[in-house]
């Protein structure tokens, strides 16, 4: 079928469109109020950019096209509804993976392509190598560039969110280190450029690629991917997420510049710009470099003796809990992980409602790093209904403290852990941290006494302000619930 002349043009423009949808989106996702509808908007214009591009001239194998959107849409509609919210944090590295993975292997793709050109014209045509990539009907020196740069990043970001996902999902341990780790990482990146660039020259002089280096290439992207996530404690999992979403982002957007396709472009810049500056915000919230995160022990456990904590853990039932803080004036919540893997948010939303109705003033405080994933625990409280004014930030809520009359942790442990600003040792030492200590009373709910994710004890638990309310989030959220109405009968 011959397309109108005119045709390339109304891409361009719905192109555009759904550019300005995708930013309108990302804007709208910046509030947990709008974020729902932020999504439908940037969903819109990725809907209208997948169709526009049908219409492209020269566009084929539409067949196959067809075929990997169908199976791709039914996969993660039924992933989508089926995976719970406990592993998401889990499906956004995967998916994450996946859109990494899909722009290294356009890159492989036009690589492979070029070579092949290359090699029938060069046969044919003794002109200059210039020349011969134009004659190729293929690639000039900076989209090789451009291909083999988003080949690297898309590699990585793949396999290194694949390892993410089996960490966090409990397949693999959460840290894996050996002597000389970090030298052994350089080794391999440094070959994979090194392939890479040997590569590159000899397309640029007009001479056929050698396989071995292509495929070589390939593998040590991979290989690099996988070594730079292993090392990287399960606590740093949030700033890994977002870090390798920005990579695959900038994949996207260089393998757009390679096949000349503004919606890639846009879209690849504006997720690794998200992405970048997520990063920078957790990291920041950490208090360290991203440097710090790749090359750094925090989730290591710690490797110098740490201070020995003093002081005893004190248990409490859960009826006395829920008297402390039905008397209470100002009660904080403050969630974590743990609460995730209870499904306790909907339980601790409806003990807050009848604290509320007491007349409480009840607020939930949020830690930036809590969870898996950045901003986890607000789409938990959001799921279970919790107002956003009642949500607070680390920064907003921590000078709060002191005037909290009761302090409920559930299912948080690092990000509450005063070691972080006390103990020179502790591998999570300088990360900023939630003040809960300085609350006038603190109730931990812990299934037992196991550690954090970062692997170390916690100074908080054995504090003369703190009792621990032992059991399962949720069945112990459902006993607070009791002990109110206990008292309201």
Known sequence: MTL???????????????????????????????????????????????????????????????????????????????????AMPQ???????????????????????????????????????QAQATAAGHLGATELTLAFVGVLIGAVSFTGSLIAFAKLQGWMDRRFVFPLQRWVNLAIFIAAVVCGALALAAGIEG???????????????????????LPIGGADMPVVISMYNAFTGL????????????????????????????????????????????????????????????????PIDANDAAVMMAYAERVAIVPGYGM?????QHKIWEFAKLLIERGVKVKFAIHPVAGRMPGHMNVLLAE??????????MDDINPEFPNIDVALVIGANDVVNPVARTDKNSPIYGMPILDVAKAKNVIVIKRGRGKGFAGIENALFYADNTRMLYGDGQAAAGELVTGLKTLDA
Do not use: C
């Not at 050698?210 to 070589?216: S, V």
């Open 384 to 393: 279970a209904g919790v107002p956003y004014d009642l949500i607070e930030d």
């Open 4 to 86: 109108p002349s005119y045709m390339p043009t109304i891409v361009d423009a719905i192109y555009f469109i759904a550019a300005v949808l995708f930013i309108w989106g990302l804007k709208r996702m910046s509030s947990p109020r709008t974020a729902r509808r932020g999504i439908v908007w940037a969903g819109g214009g990725m809907a209208a950019a997948i169709i526009v591009t049908f219409f492209l001239p020269g566009i084929h194998n539409l067949g196959w096209m067809i075929g990997a959107i169908v199976v791709g849409v039914v996969i993660s509609w039924i992933v989508g509804r089926r995976v719970p919210m406990t």
């Open 91 to 129: 499906m956004v590295a995967l998916f994450n993976g996946m859109g990494g993975g899909a722009a290294a292997a356009i890159g492989a793709v036009e690589l492979i392509r070029f070579n092949v050109a290359l090699k029938l014209v060069t046969t044919t045509l003794p002109v200059q190598p």
């Open 251 to 314: 994949a996207v957007a260089f393998e757009g510049f390679v096949l000349q396709n503004e919606a890639m472009i846009i879209a690849g810049m504006v997720v690794g710009a998200a992405g970048t500056l997520l990063t920078q915000l957790m990291a920041k919230a950490m208090n360290r470099s991203l440097g710090n995160v790749l090359f750094g022990n925090f989730g290591a456990g710690g490797g110098a003796a740490q201070q020995e904590i003093a002081g005893a853990l004190k």
């Open 340 to 344: 995730a893997v209870a499904q306790a």
């Open 207 to 229: 001479h056929a690629f050698a396989w071995g280096l292509l495929i070589a290439f390939f593998a040590l992207a991979l290989v690099f991917g996988i070594a730079m996530t």
